[in-house]
């Protein structure tokens, strides 16, 4: 078996222009990106440089113009279906409880509903939601929708986790709650994780690996960090370790010329 869970080999994305003109532009080229087995890998970049197209291609929601994908050494065909996804708008069914919004995938695997019941029950517990069960969506506050939405992807118990920048919209506190809980959830069972995030203190503190992206168009890796500091991790407190700070400056000198341009390209498509 391939040590790497995900490989994302030389991928190249095109698409067609939504203007009148229709023109093709390409999104992201000639990217390679492998993931280890239990490998926790961020990827950041400036806004709109493609992050989120590679999730999809990783999950295979969106098929390549060009590259090849491997998952554990195989070529991906299809739907990844040893790949959980989390969103970052949550994909929770306003209809279901918590619970039956966790059971649905396990339902749709052909669970028995007693069986996807305990097991989500049991997930609902391991991220803080106990007694929440019967609550809707619109019940719960945006900290407990994201609970809902972990206990979801990890109740499929999939071999690679994918994350898009689904703490984006809490405040910080919660943030960092939310973030502490997905170590420890990775720690006790080491899926591979790529973790989608604009958050540069976020990437350093919860990865083992940081993968920083060019601004676009033709988005391509441009620097690539181990995270040598010792876990398991407090992501508050790691902020403050001397090798925090280092590592924090040397990505962010890379980084930044990126956010600069990625900026000006949002602001030459606003005007």
């Known amino acids: 078996m391939s040590r790497y869970a995900l490989e994302l ?27 280890g087995e239990g490998e926790f890998v961020s990827v950041v970049g400036p806004t709109g440089c493609g992050k989120s197209t590679l999730l999809n291609v990783g999950a295979g ?16 065909a299809g739907i990844n279906s040893r790949a959980g ?3 970052q708008t949550e994909a929770l069914m306003p209809w279901r409880s918590a619970l039956a919004n966790v059971m649905v995938g396990l339902q749709y695997r052909g669970v028995s509903d007693d069986e996807a019941r305990a097991q989500a029950e049991q997930w609902l517990s391991r991220v803080g939601l106990r007694g929440f069960g019967d609550r809707y969506p619109h019940q719960l506050s945006g900290g407990m929708r994201k609970r809902t939405a972990l206990a979801q992807v990890l109740a499929l118990d999939p071999d690679i986790i994918l994350m898009d920048e689904p703490f984006s919209a809490l405040d910080v ?23 989608i995030t604009h958050d540069l203190d976020e990437a350093i503190a919860m990865s083992d690996r940081v993968v920083v992206l060019s ?6 890796p441009i620097g690539e960090f181990a995270i040598d500091l010792p ?11 001397p090798r925090f700070v280092e590592l924090h400056t040397q990505i ?20």
């Open 9 to 35: 080999l030389d991928i190249g994305c095109t698409f067609r222009a939504k203007d009148a003109q229709g023109q093709r532009y390409t999104a992201v080229a000639g990217t390679t990106l492998r993931i």
């Open 61 to 76: 929601l969106l098929e390549p113009s060009s590259g090849t994908v491997k998952i554990f050494g195989q070529p991906l």
């Open 85 to 87: 996804y989390m969103f």
């Open 173 to 195: 506190q919660t943030r960092q709650l939310m973030e502490n809980e997905v170590l420890e959830l990775w720690a006790d069972k080491k899926k591979a994780v790529l973790f």
């Open 215 to 220: 601004a676009g168009p033709a988005t391509h």
């Open 231 to 241: 876990r398991p991790r407090d992501v508050a407190e790691v902020r403050t370790h």
């Open 252 to 271: 962010w000198n890379v980084l930044r010329d990126e956010v600069l341009k990625g900026y000006a390209q949002q602001l030459q498509k606003a005007a």
